[in-house]
């Protein structure tokens, strides 16, 4: 990273309000927490360390056990990885594939909109954990797998909400000038439409994350999603649920995990736009 | 109460708005008193807080400022002093307020008689029948059509002129003491603006309500105001008698408002005799599906013109009239049903697609309104810099140059280039909208509006710079526009659309002398004049002839004073041509002024 670059991304992180700064450190946290967290662990991911289950938070093992007596912290140490890779690249992949057909439905309008509309309707009449059961009967579970569903799952919501936004700046001056300028509709998207819509499209991104995250516990409760001893952070909610009784931390844990990551994630994606608008 | 007290007196007002080095005022020290019954009117260009001294004598301020010093008095009531909750029994009620956008102030899906009597109903003045009486006899009173059943339409279905008399029906049904009036009349035609500040005037007369009235537009407040307030910056400049301040203004702000109405006519350029530069031929173009080469909703008729280089065509009309589609049109944005645009002799293709870049060059568009013709996520450089590369391929440093050059030329500093676009005033906005348009150069210049989202000084500012580089670059110009003085003073020749067909075609000579088309009578005779007593002579013509609108008879007919039943509504009109005027009517111009006259 030149010095340049640097000093931007300096004045970007100084010209945030402290929200923004408190959510740009949450995500930050479990960005290195992703990609660190399984060589910082204590234990291995699927050992059986303690012989009581649901034990407290104790000098040996930080977060207590979960409901086999695994170390919880280990645990919540790797689950991260899954949730913020599979989520956020499903989210990516998601936004990106939606954003990419609402502006081509918007600027081509006519047939070519009524075409890609009408497909996104039946995507989305499609169950995402009948379509997660089937594929996964086809191919067997993997993490590629598993973020092409959760990224089809999410592509027609975008869309739909892409589109909208599209749809009001296409009509809007800015954009005719350019076609008068005799501009190609692949620039009037990417350099006059788009700008303008990447605000709320990332206020979107932040809402199909939790989605996301919410859809692979599921996925992971009916044995689909990420394979034992393995979990996400969803995963690790579900299967020390019956620790709610007993204030485990086995369970707030991990709850608290997936809290702070996506409400890190949308108090940087809204302080971003504030200091835009 | 005696006569002699003012009904409102505000006292050294002052409205703050918070910022990083304390608080900054938008309104600083303002005092101005108002008899019963009179009315006041604020003027100022955008920015100078005369709707936020109109607002705040209601006592409401807009989110983020405060009200932070003086007083206002309403008759016995002390304004400044009570809480939102003791506000809100006056509001609507003792002072009511009617905004700028009637269309913009109705709620779309609730009907009109619904709204108007809402303020009597929440203030629990009178029964929903008594108040639905009082609608019919307001609506009466402002001489609106049908009174008895427009209040059960929607606002969609009623006109911009109609629709701005319903709200000023909805402000008077709680009888108020004090109306505030927000530039009502801005939106409105000039012929629609002539009726309404008829009807406003009696009404308010009727009311006996005092008033202040907000606008821009100094002849207009010639018509309404009693006392005239100028403010500029958030400061009282002038205050006195309408008579006063129009005749005589003390203040040389308000001198330089008064002149900047009137553009003194530019010199006109040498005629040449040389093939025209863009030439229209039988234009026919519309909206929808083609049938006989017609479209569904046909907007143009059969126009046809011609512009020399370097000369200037003013193109005015109401709104609905076809001018804006005309521009659109000649740049490719609407392909045309028939006829051709010729440009230095070749016929150009209809639509964007088909031109070749070289084509697309020579003619630029200005848009109406820089907000939304200049994308907020671009910088000034960005706006600029596209065109050069589009065009003329010219990147880094080659780019940065002409930039800086075309910003001298808009006479903007060089500091503004690496702002974004949203945080330059309306005026410098224009600016980069025009620049943006001349990095192309283009030898055809289509200005659409450019002036009308802009104050009379700043709107002045830019017809004398679009002027300047005229003349400097030998661009030809297409003004659109329906400020009349502005196109009469600068442009070369004058087109009058009506109802998308070409009803007059005059040089500026012919076009400032006195025979003309019916329709363009009724415009130059509706343009306020700076005469308080304008508004009373003005007559609204009286219709001749109640033919059914047809697409082959004169579009006019409906409304003309001069048409002759089972002529004008049985045969198409003819064109008329004499040197330096043509005319789409079955009547010589001259004849229409004997008419008139008769």
């Known amino acids: 990273m030149s010095a340049g670059a640097m000093r931007n991304a300096a004045a970007f992180v100084t010209g945030l309000p402290w929200a923004g700064r408190i959510g740009g450190g949450l995500v930050a946290f479990w960005l290195i927490v992703a990609v660190a967290g399984p060589w910082v662990a204590p234990h291995a991911v699927g050992a059986f360390v303690d012989s009581e289950t649901f034990s407290p938070m104790s000098g040996r093992f ?53 075409v890609i509309a009408r497909a996104m309707d039946t995507m989305n009449s499609i169950p995402s954990k009948i379509l997660a059961l089937v594929l996964v009967a086809a191919a067997g579970s993997s993490l590629p797998l598993l973020l092409v569903i959760c990224a089809v799952t999410y592509v027609p919501g975008n869309f739909r909400i892409a589109r909208a936004l599209a749809m009001n700046l296409v009509g809007l001056d800015f954009v005719t000038v350019a076609r008068a300028r005799g501009e190609s509709r692949r620039y009037i998207a990417l350099h006059e439409v788009l700008p303008n819509m990447i605000h709320p499209l990332l206020a979107d991104m932040g809402l199909r994350f939790v989605f996301i995250v919410l859809l692979l516990s599921g996925l992971s409760f009916l044995g689909l999603g990420v394979q034992p001893p393995y979990a996400d952070l969803g995963s690790l909610v579900r299967e020390n649920i019956s620790g709610l009784t007993e204030g485990a931390p086995a369970i707030f844990a991990p709850a608290l995990a997936i809290a702070s990551l996506t409400v890190g994630a949308n108090l940087l994606i809204d302080a971003t736009k504030q200091e835009k608008a | 109460m005696g006569a002699r007290v003012p009904h409102v007196r505000v006292e050294n007002l002052r409205v703050l708005v918070p910022s990083k080095g304390g608080d900054i005022a938008i309104i600083d020290n303002i005092s101005f008193a108002i008899g019963r019954g009179e009315v006041l009117a604020l003027i100022g260009e955008s920015g100078s807080g005369k709707s936020t001294t109109a607002l705040a004598v209601m006592g409401w301020c807009r989110h983020g400022s405060r009200i932070g010093g003086g007083q206002i008095f309403v008759g016995e009531t002390e304004i400044s002093a009570l ?23 109705f709620n779309p899906s609730r009907t009109i008689i619904d709204q108007v009597v809402e303020p009597a109903l929440i203030h629990g003045l009178m029964s929903r029948q008594q108040a639905e009486n009082k609608a019919v006899s307001l609506f009466r009173a402002l001489s609106l059509p049908m009174a008895e059943s427009i209040g059960n339409r929607y606002p969609h279905q009623v006109s911009g002129g109609q629709l701005q008399r319903l709200m000023a029906a909805m402000a008077l049904i709680t009888e108020p ?33 005092s008033a202040i009235y907000v606008s821009h537009d100094l002849a207009v407040v010639a018509q309404m105001a009693d006392r005239i307030a100028v403010l500029k910056q958030g400061t009282l400049r002038e205050e006195g008698p309408a008579a006063q301040v129009l005749e005589n203004p003390r203040d040389a702000y308000t001198s330089s ?40 909703v046909p907007v143009l008729r ?22 804006s589609t005309l521009a659109r049109v000649i740049a490719g944005l609407l392909p045309a049903a028939q006829g051709q645009v010729l440009l230095d002799g070749t016929p150009l293709p209809p639509a964007v697609a088909g031109r070749s870049r070289a084509q697309l060059r020579q003619i630029q568009m200005v848009f109406q309104n820089a907000d939304t013709a200049l994308n907020p996520a671009h910088s000034v450089a960005g706006i600029l810099g596209r065109p050069l590369e589009f065009y003329h391929g010219l990147k880094g440093d080659a780019a940065t140059c002409r930039i800086a050059e075309l910003m001298e030329l808009i006479r903007l500093p060089r500091d503004l280039i690496h702002r974004p676009v949203r945080e330059l005033s309306g005026g410098q906005k224009q600016r980069v909208n025009l620049a943006r348009a001349l990095a192309a150069q283009p030898q055809v210049l289509l200005c659409d509006e450019v002036t009308s989202a802009l104050d009379t000084v700043v709107g002045a500012a830019i017809m004398r710079l679009i002027d300047d580089l005229r003349r400097e670059l030998g661009i030809a110009t297409v003004f659109i526009s329906h400020d009349i003085h502005a196109v009469s003073a600068f442009c070369e020749d004058v087109l009058v659309l009506y109802g998308g067909a070409p009803v007059e075609m005059a040089s500026r000579e012919v076009f400032n002398g006195a025979s003309h088309h019916p329709y363009t009578r009724l415009l130059l005779s509706s343009l306020p004049a700076m005469d308080p007593a304008w508004l009373g002579r003005v007559q609204p013509p009286v219709p001749t002839c109640a033919a059914a609108q047809c697409a082959d008879l004169c579009r006019f007919v409906q409304r003309c004073p001069v048409a002759v039943p089972g002529l004008c509504d049985r045969v198409a009109p003819p064109v008329h041509a004499i040197p330096g005027q043509r005319w789409l009517c079955h009547f010589a111009p001259t004849s229409v002024t004997e008419r008139d006259q008769a």
């Open chain 1, 62 to 114: 930080w977060l207590g056990s979960d409901y086999l007596g695994r170390d919880v912290l280990s645990r919540l140490l790797s689950a991260a990885r899954y949730t913020v890779f599979l989520g956020l690249g499903a989210a990516l992949v998601a936004c990106t594939i939606g954003t990419t057909l609402a502006l081509t439905a918007a600027l081509w309008s006519g047939w070519v909109d009524e």
């Open chain 2, 83 to 105: 809480s939102e909750a003791e506000l809100r029994p006056i509001r609507g009620r003792r002072i009511a307020y009617i905004a700028q956008s009637a269309a913009a102030a």
């Open chain 2, 177 to 209: 003491e004090l109306v505030i009036l927000d530039e009502p009349t801005t939106a409105l035609d000039v012929t629609t603006q002539v009726e309404v500040l008829k009807c406003f005037k009696a009404a308010l007369a009727q009311a006996g309500a």
């Open chain 2, 257 to 296: 408002l008064l002149s900047a109405v009137r553009p003194a006519p530019v010199a006109a350029k040498a005629p040449c005799d040389a093939a025209p530069l863009l030439a229209i031929r039988g234009l026919v173009a519309g909206y929808g599906a083609l049938r006989d080469g017609v479209p569904s």
């Open chain 2, 302 to 323: 059969d126009i046809s013109l011609e512009l020399q280089r370097g000369g200037t065509l003013g193109i005015i009309g109401e709104s609905g009239s076809g001018k």
